[in-house]
């Protein structure tokens, strides 16, 4: 039998990052820029901080919250904690930002719930993730690419709270409103087979593979969904392809485990 290297949680709460390496696909809620009103000047130049140099951006922004600069400070200082990495204090710093954005009734509110969201994914805290981003969604005034985006990261968050089936449903409305991003796709093709449904993993991972074909990820998950189709030769092509695109890789590295149950053990030299 077959062992596949699943999605783990580990998989679903890098998402983020992944996305910022696939082809087509737009960046990280964390790095998107506002559209701000005055004082733009003063705006732009914390963006530029928060993503150029994010140590210096920080500073900024802080410095500018001090001043006053409300809840545009408070979401530039979030984006440059979020470009260090810095996970948790900028999901509170997006978090700030939208309860501010309530109170002066800015519409931008709910981008920053679904900035809080992906933070609060990338520091491997779903429940927050989860809370946050209905909190996004149920502003209603999300749209297109942005609204794909934050149902997506529900999704992933559903996922990591072992809620597949409601997560299928954020999943389905993702893939309509963000169709062109390689990496929903592909996590699209793994909740399929995690859920047992096979033609539809096959579905989504060719929707995947026609939008990012060097992706190690995709042949990963190839390699898996032939795997739980009890297909050991397409299974071991694509994880060996996995690996040929992109040795180092963090795909190649689970590639390469699951290519061990195909090791054929070295006979004993015969007695002379």
Request: charged content about 20%.
């Amino acid at each position: 039998m077959l062992t596949l290297i699943l999605a783990t949680a580990s998989f679903w709460a890098a998402a983020a990052q992944i996305t910022a390496n696939l082809p087509g696909s737009p960046p990280p809620a964390a790095t998107q820029s506002t559209d701000a009103p005055l004082p733009a000047a003063t705006y732009e130049r914390c963006v530029d901080l928060a993503t150029g140099d994010p140590a210096q951006g920080a500073s900024f922004a802080e410095e500018w919250r001090v001043a006053g600069g409300g809840f545009l400070a408070r979401q530039c200082l979030g984006m440059a904690y979020a470009n260090q990495e810095r996970w948790v204090p900028a999901a509170s710093q997006f978090e700030t930002a939208a309860n501010q954005a309530e109170t002066a009734h800015d519409g931008r509110a709910a981008r920053y719930w679904a900035q809080a969201g992906n933070a609060w994914l990338a520091a491997g805290q779903p429940a927050p993730a989860r809370a946050a981003l209905d909190a996004a969604l149920a502003a209603g005034t999300l749209a297109g690419q942005e609204l794909g985006e934050a149902q997506f990261d529900r999704a992933r968050a559903l996922v990591a709270l072992n809620q597949p089936a409601a997560a299928r449903i954020d999943m389905d409305l993702a893939l309509r409103f963000a169709d062109k991003d390689p990496l929903i796709w592909l996590a699209s093709a793994a909740l399929a087979r995690r859920m047992g449904d096979l033609p539809a993993a096959r579905r989504d991972i060719a929707q995947a593979y026609d939008r990012a074909p060097d992706d190690p990820s995709v042949y990963l998950e190839i390699g898996n969904i032939a795997a739980a189709s009890g297909d050991a030769p397409g299974a071991r092509a694509a994880w060996n392809d996995a690996v040929r695109i992109a040795p180092k890789s963090p795909a190649a590295a689970r590639a390469r485990d699951a290519l061990q149950q195909f090791a054929t053990p070295e006979k004993p030299a015969p007695d002379k």
